[in-house]
């Protein structure tokens, strides 16, 4: 069971704003349900401060802005939420495609010593933006040059395509030589590589939350406390007032909707210790949730492979 003085990592999703346009996106693969509530809402700064003290969580070391559907450079506040966070020792990390703002931002940013996963499918403007539609390959690497100068952690994430397999060693080298920590390569399930199929996972095993493990949670861009980011998909569709048959999102909403989950109304260790995160549990001895067992309990799985540079 989750518990909230046992809370050491939160994801934060923490707008609903994207620059760039990549298929595989929840943005773009559901974009004629949810096109209306992208572009709006963002989590405030008092709100993460209101929400998010170590009274409720004394255990957090990490802060993980995740870009769920969101580019999180995106948000007008995100330096002043970093300064705050890091000067209270928590851990902060932010998923980026890289190619928002200034360099004088990027340098601000880099000042902080925060570590930063760049996501960076390519070597160059053609390669880059086969995937990342509407991304500046030129624009991210002076981003990412005045983050790393300034003293930032920088980490390559490379999503392996069959398009750009052959480019793996370059872009690796090419993260060495810009002074990048780490090179992660993700091949994932959906792209239907070898690599993935690689590792099988057995049908009968027990649904195994990464989250729980982890001691982790995830809030979304409306507010909402949830057990994990898998989770969100259906609850925005659901928030953009499309009829779902998603078992999460009717429990959810059978324990009073935004009563249930939303740091609007509520504490979240009322949310933690509630019925909501209790139930999604119980389930998993019995008939595991729709989004539980294909998630964490799926034959097919993402491959991450990260090595230090």
């Given at each position: ?51 998010i ?98 003293g ?51 049908q ?7 989250y729980?493990?982890?001691k ?56 933690i ?37």
């Amino acid at each position: 069971m989750w518990v909230s003085k046992e809370v050491e990592w939160i994801d934060i999703e923490l707008t609903s704003y994207c620059n760039i346009d990549c298929p595989g996106c929840f943005r773009q693969v559901k974009r004629d349900k949810v096109d209306h509530i992208l572009n709006k809402n963002a989590l405030t700064f008092y709100f993460l401060k209101d929400s998010i003290t170590f009274d409720v969580f004394p255990n957090l070391k990490l802060l993980n802005f995740c870009g769920s559907i969101d580019e999180p450079t995106t948000h007008p506040e995100i330096l002043d939420i970093v300064r705050y966070f890091n000067s209270k020792g928590i851990n902060i990390n932010i998923s980026s495609n890289g190619s928002t703002r200034t360099e004088k931002f990027w340098h601000n940013l880099g000042k902080e010593g925060i570590s930063v996963f760049f996501g960076i499918d390519g070597i160059d403007q053609e390669s880059l933006e086969k995937y990342r539609i509407g991304s500046n390959f030129k624009k991210i690497q002076k981003n990412f040059r005045s983050f790393i100068n300034a003293g930032g952690h920088a980490l390559w994430q490379f999503i392996a395509f069959e398009h750009n397999e052959h480019l793996i060693d370059d872009a690796k080298k090419m993260a060495k030589e810009e002074g990048f920590d780490n090179f992660r390569l993700i091949y994932s399930h959906r792209n239907e590589n070898n690599e993935s199929k690689k590792i099988q996972r057995k049908q009968e095993q027990e649904v195994v939350c990464k989250y729980l493990n982890q001691k982790r949670i995830f809030i979304s861009h409306t507010g909402s406390l949830l057990p994990c980011c898998f989770f969100n998909s259906e609850f925005l569709q659901d928030y953009a007032g499309n009829e779902t048959d998603s078992d999460f999102v009717n429990l959810r909403n059978n324990l009073g909707g935004d009563l249930a989950d939303s740091l609007h109304i509520n504490y979240a260790d009322e949310i933690i210790e509630g019925d909501l995160f209790s139930e999604v549990v119980k389930s998993w001895s019995n008939k595991p949730l729709t989004r539980c067992w294909n998630t964490c309990k799926k034959a097919k799985q993402d491959v991450f492979i990260q090595e230090k540079l």
